[in-house]
């Protein structure tokens, strides 16, 4: 069975472009999460879909962020336009039972922002 | 708010066992996961507490407290490519799983 699956997973972009972010979650599973880490902190949540709805983006930084998960399979995360700050590594992982699931985490995205 | 504590590095020597532990406050505690990550890899479940006490899984074992806000990561018999990340996460409620992480314990194994 494929795991979680990101894309890309490493993208270099000067400060002001546009990166979008894709990541496909393991087959049946509804819910996907976005996380992020930045160089030496913890991996922090950005938002949670269920299907195809936003269930909680309360961890969303601002509205240069913006995530879709449309037909409820895969999910985009785009950031636009870019800023120094938004470098770090962008986790997506997938669970399929929503009080106690286990989180299957895809490799990350590693966003450097220049 | 949730705040999770855990501490930043640890050294510990092959064969040896070492005890990873985190402390958390939390709000609608649904319970708490261990995570290993190996750099540049995807973190990988290893536990998950829901109720106080001990759970074994081969080397490895996690307790958890839940009055007390605490809980620790034992390995035993410790391998070098125990070298990793291990990161203490806590589950809450609100109707759906929130999953929140630590900032994760660097552990070193040397010979």
């Known amino acids: 069975e494929a795991g979680v699956t990101q894309f890309p997973s490493h993208s270099v972009i000067e400060k002001g472009q546009t990166v979008t972010l894709r990541c496909d979650p393991i087959s049946g599973h509804d819910n996907l999460y976005w996380y992020r880490r930045v160089m030496g902190k913890e991996i922090k949540f950005l938002l949670h879909f269920v299907k195809e709805s936003k269930q909680d983006e309360s961890g969303m930084p601002n509205n240069r962020f913006l995530a879709e998960r449309t037909g409820g399979t895969y999910s985009t995360l785009k950031v636009q336009p870019a800023e120094l700050e938004d470098s770090g590594v962008y986790f997506c992982?997938?669970?399929?039972?929503?009080?106690?699931?286990?989180?299957?985490f895809g490799e990350g995205s590693r966003l450097t922002v220049l | 708010g949730q705040n999770i504590d855990q501490p930043t590095e640890m050294t510990a020597t092959e064969g040896a066992i070492v005890q990873i532990n985190c402390t958390y406050q939390?709000?609608?505690?649904?319970?708490l996961f261990w995570y290993q990550q190996h750099a540049g890899e995807a973190p990988t479940f290893l536990s998950y507490?829901?109720?106080?006490g001990l759970e074994e899984k081969g080397r490895f074992s996690s307790f958890l407290s839940r009055s007390k806000g605490y809980s620790y990561l034992l390995l035993k018999e410790l391998q070098m490519k125990d070298s990793a990340s291990y990161l203490c996460?806590?589950?809450?409620?609100?109707?759906?799983?929130?999953?929140?992480f630590g900032t994760g314990t660097k552990l070193q194994v040397i010979p």
């Open positions: 939390t709000s609608g505690f649904n319970g």
């Open positions: 992982a997938s669970s399929q039972v929503v009080a106690t699931g286990e989180l299957f």
């Open positions: 996460a806590v589950s809450s409620s609100g109707g759906y799983q929130k999953v929140t």
């Open positions: 507490n829901v109720l106080d």
